[in-house]
């Protein structure tokens, strides 16, 4: 462990980029089709990504918030939202319909990560877990959790980068 | 092996730095494919919303590209990205007599992670450390330790990716092979090996592997790996230590998709033909089921074979709202083993076979999904172990869950259903709908609707004996009070119905109204029988709102079940939130019903979030289950005492 921590310590004394870029992973679109998840970085307009599953009450929540929010949202600044499920086999049906349902996959970018390589990129323990990548596609804020509310840290921010 | 394994990833190096040299195309090739991408992602968003932002051109990621390596060029001192992410789950545990729970030694037990990557333009690089000092209570024993299963070197272009060392993987979904983690289940089945993937023009992706599966802790070149058939006296009796060692297991895949949708350039549809052949060699095969030892001659005829060749033919369909998914799978034989703990008699040679169709439609707030699935010897494990009749939970070559809604709310989750991998038939429906703002049940708000059917039968197997019960449930008795048995053949193992509404009444009100009807089949050990079990489930989740900083979630849950040892439960949660940082909870789920086990699972917690740092601390009796408090869920194992979470992420 005493090794690790040196080693670690180590490493992070480096000047080493760590506001995170998008990672190029493959990702499922909405019709089941692959996607690079760098293809997303347009160089114009900064996104939020969403990581959800549908076992996560309050990734629901969330992504119910913002798409109830978006619309005046957009009214003050122009961002995407992509909300990327982590469902893997037993569950990205569901997750595919509830989308659907929902309104995401049409008004969001849906995107499924079923073997959750995305996830894993970011480094995403829990979800939910919301990102903001600026137009490009350079990580500029990150939490997690949902609690009622915290979308609005979400428009605060994009606010902030488009400044 | 441990010679051939290193000289093998001397090859693989060789060949990576030989690719990567052929490989320097011309910036127009790399367009190119920018170009195919910016399609994809552009008929994805139109597809749904033709009134979307969010289309990507072409011309946006070749400008975008050029950007991009103009900063990297300017900044002169780009060393790459590290990122990482840390997390730790540790219990301090408490002795709790009433439901019979003792702690381990210590009263602690510690599971933590430490994930490294290092990018470099391609390249990347990346490590993962696990320590358990001491594995928490309900996480297999075999994590312990200190120790570097996950670590690798990769490089990947537009048109093909090469790892050295541990990666994850799944072909189709799953069915056939899945290499993948889900910490909180206590699972790592990554590869360590090597790895290549092609994508041709998005005309056709090959991937292909070869590699020794994780082992828990253990690393491949570990002295407890046996390579030669173990010594027996004549009595079977065994010379060696030999119950602590495993024979070593080598995977190999191919898997190759072939879109049909991109060679005829069928616009609007997407329509592609997919095909995996795997082989598992596993040099011996040895047991000990009860006393008794085996040897590989003596199993089932001396036939085991080493070598075990599967493969599965897969083909996808989508166009608009359609969508057809159809997969079969074929595995070599195999021992089958139950997973009901039947005899030994039961252990045979057998080839496997599965078949999954997955199919949806949707429109406007209407959608809906239909899943089919039959599996037939299908259990698969990466390694086989000299005690197999134990449950190795990180022993999964295949990932074949239960194909029914996994409940997060306590009460309705309370015994799940878990798939019989090895003879099993059924499906499952989902259907949303969304009652749109302005209508008469959507009011200004929307209304959502989610209704789930599934029902399973036992189906294949012919010998297996369940007990006889009447209309109302209850066990048949004969003459001597000894159970009355029929044949498990077309046995009923599980049937629900459920359905939630979800509805905003206003911007400060939302309810969740869920009820749940379970049908299942139980194994009542007593008795060493099975009998169906019905459950009903009713909860309200409801949030109130104050500002944007306050708000209240509570939740009431109701079970009713009185043909079950447990009887009725009930639950109640009451969470306060400051967002977006702090929330804290009290809960308590009542066994009520049960004359002789009257407990209380109380529980109490705060989290914490502020950037890259999440902390959660709770303490209270906890019943196996998923635990969504404090704005997050995750599965927890049965214990009692206090609970510290951390993750941090950078």
Redesign the interface.
């Known amino acids: 462990?005493k090794k690790?921590l040196i080693l670690?310590i180590a490493?992070?004394s480096?000047?080493?980029?760590?506001?995170?870029?998008l990672?190029?992973v493959s990702v499922e679109?909405?019709?089941?089709?692959?996607?690079?998840v760098t293809?997303?970085?347009?160089?114009?307009?900064p996104m939020i990504v969403s990581f959800w599953s549908?076992?996560?009450?309050?990734c629901i929540?969330e992504l119910?918030a913002i798409y109830?929010a978006m619309p005046d949202w957009?009214d003050e600044t122009?961002f995407?939202m992509v909300a990327v499920s982590i469902d893997?086999?037993?569950?990205v049906?569901?997750a595919?319909?509830?989308a659907?349902?929902?309104?995401w996959?049409?008004?969001?970018?849906?995107l499924y990560d079923?073997?959750?390589?995305f996830k894993?990129?970011?480094?995403?323990?829990?979800?939910?877990q919301v990102f903001i990548f600026d137009k490009?596609?350079n990580q500029v804020y990150?939490?997690?959790?949902?609690?009622?509310?915290?979308e609005?840290?979400l428009i605060e921010k994009l606010i902030e980068i488009s400044e | 092996m441990n010679k051939k394994a290193i000289a093998g990833a001397v090859v693989i190096s060789a060949l990576l730095v030989a690719v990567r040299v052929s490989a320097s195309e011309p910036e127009t090739g790399i367009s190119q494919d920018?170009g195919t991408?910016?399609d994809?992602?552009q008929?994805?968003?139109s597809?749904?919303?033709p009134a979307?932002?969010?289309s990507?051109?072409y011309a946006?990621?070749e400008?975008?590209a050029a950007?991009?390596t103009e900063?990297k060029k300017s900044s002169g001192?780009?060393?790459?990205?590290?990122?990482?992410?840390f997390?730790t789950n540790t219990i301090h545990y408490v002795e709790d007599n009433p439901i019979g729970f003792i702690p381990p030694e210590g009263n602690y037990g510690s599971n933590n992670y430490?994930?490294?990557?290092?990018?470099y333009k391609g390249f990347s690089a990346g490590l993962q450390?696990e320590?358990y000092p001491q594995v928490l209570q309900g996480y297999d024993r075999q994590f312990k330790g200190?120790g570097l299963p996950f670590l690798y070197l990769s490089w990947?272009n537009?048109f093909m990716s090469a790892t050295v060392g541990s990666f994850?993987?799944?072909f189709g979904?799953?069915?056939l092979f899945?290499a993948?983690?889900d910490?909180t289940l206590g699972l790592n089945t990554a590869i360590t090996g090597a790895r290549l993937t092609f994508n041709i023009k998005d005309l056709v992706?090959i991937k292909v592997f070869s590699g020794l599966p994780r082992d828990y802790m253990k690393y491949p070149w570990s002295s407890s790996y046996m390579n030669y058939v173990p010594a027996f006296t004549e009595d079977m009796d065994v010379i060696d230590d030999i119950n602590t060692k495993t024979a070593r297991t080598v995977l190999t895949g191919l898997d190759v998709s072939f879109s049909l949708s991109e060679a005829l350039k069928l616009e609007d549809h997407?329509f592609?033909v997919e095909g995996s052949l795997l082989h598992k060699y596993s040099p011996w095969i040895w047991s000990s089921p009860g006393t008794t030892y085996y040897y590989i001659s003596e199993y089932a005829g001396g036939k085991v074979p080493s070598n075990v060749f599967s493969y599965s033919a897969r083909l996808?369909y989508?166009y608009k709202?359609f969508?057809a998914?159809f997969e079969y799978v074929g595995k070599g034989k195999e021992i089958v083993r139950p997973t009901d703990g039947a005899s030994d008699a039961e252990n045979l040679l057998k080839r496997g076979n599965a078949q999954l169709i997955?199919l949806?439609y949707?429109t406007g707030?209407?959608?809906?999904?239909a899943?089919f699935r039959r599996l037939e010897n299908m259990r698969s494990d990466m390694y086989r172990r000299p005690d197999q009749t134990s449950s190795y939970t990180s022993n999964s070559l295949n990932?074949i869950?239960?194909?029914t809604?996994?409940h997060?709310y306590s009460l309705v989750a309370i015994e799940p259903y878990n798939v019989n991998a090895n003879d099993e038939i059924g499906g499952q429906i989902?259907v949303?709908?969304?009652f749109r703002r302005g209508t008469a049940l959507g009011g200004k708000?929307g209304l959502?609707v989610?209704a789930?059917f599934s029902t399973y039968y036992a189906n294949s197997l012919k010998d297996g004996l369940t007990m006889a019960t009447d209309e109302t449930g209850a066990p048949i008795y004969d003459d001597n009070f000894m159970p009355v048995l029929k044949s498990y053949n077309n046995q009923l193992m599980y049937r629900e119905f459920t359905f939630d509404i979800d509805k905003?009444f206003t911007k400060s009100f939302q309810a969740l109204f869920m009820y749940s009807y379970q049908k299942h089949l139980v194994h009542i050990p007593d008795l060493a029988t099975n009998h169906l079990e019905e459950r009903h489930a009713f909860v309200l989740?409801m949030?109130f709102?104050f500002?944007?900083?306050?708000?209240l979630?509570t939740e009431f849950q109701y079970l009713y079940s009185p043909l079950s040892e447990d009887k009725d439960w009930c639950a109640a949660l009451l969470e306060f939130?400051?967002?977006?940082k702090w929330?804290i909870y009290v809960s308590d789920m009542f066994n009520h019903g049960n004359p002789d086990a009257k407990h209380h699972y109380y529980q109490a917690g705060v989290?914490f979030?502020h950037?890259?740092v999440?902390a959660a601390l709770s303490y209270g009796r906890v019943k196996e289950g998923?635990i969504?408090s404090?704005?997050?869920?995750?599965f927890t194992p049965a214990y009692t005492g206090a609970n510290l979470s951390l993750?941090v992420?950078?």
């Open positions: 462990m690790l670690t490493l992070l480096f000047n080493f980029a760590f506001a995170q870029q990672p190029s679109q909405q019709n089941g089709e692959s996607i690079n293809s997303l970085i347009d160089g114009e307009t549908t076992t996560c009450k309050p929540k119910d109830e957009l122009d995407r893997d086999a037993r569950s049906a569901r595919r319909s509830m659907e349902a929902r309104g996959a049409s008004d969001f970018t849906a079923i073997n959750q390589d894993r990129a970011l480094n995403v323990n829990l979800t939910p490009d596609g990150s939490h997690t959790g949902y609690l009622p509310g915290s609005s840290e | 920018y991408l910016a994809g992602a008929s994805a968003v597809a749904g919303n979307s932002a969010n990507i051109s946006d990621l400008k975008n950007k991009d900063r001192k780009y060393l790459g990205q590290l990122s990482g992410s997390e430490l994930k490294l990557d290092y990018n450390a320590w200190l990947q537009d994850y993987e799944q979904s799953g069915l899945r993948w983690e910490r992706n997407y592609t996808n989508a709202g969508s998914n997955d949806s949707s707030g209407l959608s809906v999904s899943m990932y869950p239960s194909l809604t996994q997060t989902d949303f709908y969304q708000r959502k989610h789930t905003s989740d949030t709102k500002s944007r900083k306050y708000s979630r939130n400051m967002a977006p929330s989290a979030t950037s890259i999440r998923y969504c404090g704005g997050v869920c995750r993750t992420r950078f």
